[in-house]
């Protein structure tokens, strides 16, 4: 009974996704411009999002690929570059673990960036 009082008090807290690490963001629109509108609405919707599970984030983004390990691969600018996230739905927050070109994406491993 605790652990659900703890879990229903953590969805009233976390009401809203929390995006961690945007640095990079700032960090990649410096580098590439052209990416600044399309990285600003993906930010405008996840900061209204109200995601507990994989099913309500693929409402919002359909062509979000989950790749395992809490990670997310999210396709910006039509395609052109790609965001690998860590979401914990339980706590509300989203961590940008790399951002960047498709050449750049092909050299990481997903699961463990």
Same mark, same amino acid.
């Given at each position: 009974?605790?652990? =659900?009082? %703890?879990?229903?008090?953590?969805?009233?807290?976390?009401?809203?996704?929390?995006?961690?690490?945007?640095?990079?963001? $700032?960090?990649?629109?410096?580098?590439? $411009?052209?990416?600044?509108?399309?990285?600003?609405?993906?930010?405008?919707?996840?900061?209204? =999002?109200?995601?507990?599970?994989?099913?309500?984030?693929?409402?919002? %983004?359909?062509? =979000?690929?989950?790749?395992?390990?809490?990670?997310?691969? %999210?396709?910006?600018?039509?395609?052109?570059?790609?965001?690998?996230?860590?979401?914990?739905?339980?706590?509300?927050?989203? +961590?940008?673990? %790399?951002?960047? +070109?498709?050449?750049?994406?092909?050299?990481?491993?997903?699961? +463990?960036?």
């Amino acid at each position: 009974m605790q652990i =659900a009082k %703890f879990y229903l008090s953590l969805q009233q807290i976390n009401a809203v996704m929390k995006i961690l690490n945007r640095k990079l963001l $700032a960090k990649f629109v410096n580098k590439h $411009a052209d990416a600044e509108s399309a990285l600003q609405h993906w930010v405008n919707i996840v900061e209204e =999002a109200k995601w507990e599970s994989h099913n309500e984030l693929k409402l919002d %983004f359909p062509s =979000a690929d989950y790749v395992g390990n809490n990670r997310y691969v %999210f396709n910006i600018r039509g395609n052109n570059y790609r965001m690998v996230v860590v979401v914990v739905y339980i706590c509300g927050s989203l +961590t940008i673990r %790399f951002l960047g +070109t498709h050449k750049e994406y092909d050299k990481i491993d997903c699961k +463990t960036v």
